[in-house]
């Protein structure tokens, strides 16, 4: 258990729609970040947060936000949502993400699947 | 900007054979280096990272990897497979902070590996 837990497990909606993915990240992780994967594009970097703030961009459409909260979970909103948008989304989390835990791997959580109908 | 290459999508090997998972990177300045493996519908657990030293990285489950810096690669390699060690490989680089590159981690497209009992 990486001890990042996201919410929903799985994800299912209509084209033009807007869903909302939930993450906890570890006890202590700082950073989180998202990632899409889908089986034409591979692992793809969406953003990262640290301590509320927005850190790093990736990948990320326009059409696709995140937030970071006090309490350092982290929300995913995908909106008007295309059937392009069906993929499995990672949550991430890592200390700091500077500084001597830079390097300090990620610890993923065992996504949230969407499917878009 | 940073970039992955994992050119073979299927590595099949024999029980009790070693097996080698490909992986070259390019970067800017001295490459952090991770490999994480993927089980069905499970999120990426971290394996081994290299950052600096001893060329040869051990890590998890009998895991270790060799950090070639003239060939750019970062091959993952087990003694003898087993055939739990089935599953989906991923390589990842960062940049080092002081490079001024991005600083996510880019992901490669993933090696599937089976070990054939």
């Known amino acids: 258990d990486s001890g990042v837990t996201q919410t929903p497990k799985h994800l299912i909606t209509a084209t033009g729609q807007r869903v909302t993915l939930r993450c906890s990240p570890r006890s202590g992780d700082l950073s989180v970040y998202w990632y899409q994967q889908s089986l034409d594009q591979g692992l793809q970097f969406l953003i990262q947060?640290?301590?509320?703030?927005?850190?790093a961009k990736g990948n990320i459409l326009e059409r696709f936000s995140a937030q970071q909260f006090p309490d350092l979970h982290s929300e995913l909103n995908l909106s008007s949502l295309e059937l392009g948008d069906s993929a499995l989304y990672f949550c991430a989390s890592s200390p700091t993400g500077t500084g001597s835990t830079y390097n300090s791997p990620l610890h993923f959580g065992n996504g949230t699947r969407l499917t878009v109908t | 900007a940073q970039s992955v290459a994992q050119p073979e999508d299927q590595v099949n090997v024999a029980e009790g054979n070693p097996l080698t998972v490909k992986c070259t990177y390019s970067v800017s300045g001295n490459p952090y280096l991770f490999w994480y493996v993927q089980y069905p519908n499970r999120g990426l657990q971290f394996l081994l990272k290299?950052?600096?030293?001893?060329?040869l990285v051990k890590g998890s489950y009998g895991f270790e990897a060799e950090f070639n810096k003239s060939q750019t690669s970062f091959h993952l390699k087990k003694p003898s497979a087993l055939v739990s060690d089935s599953a989906l490989y991923f390589c990842a680089v960062r940049a080092p902070i002081s490079s001024g590159s991005a600083r996510q981690l880019t992901f490669g497209s993933g090696t599937q590996l089976t070990v054939l009992p």
């Open positions: 290299y950052i600096t030293g001893d060329n």
């Open positions: 947060y640290y301590n509320g703030e927005e850190r």
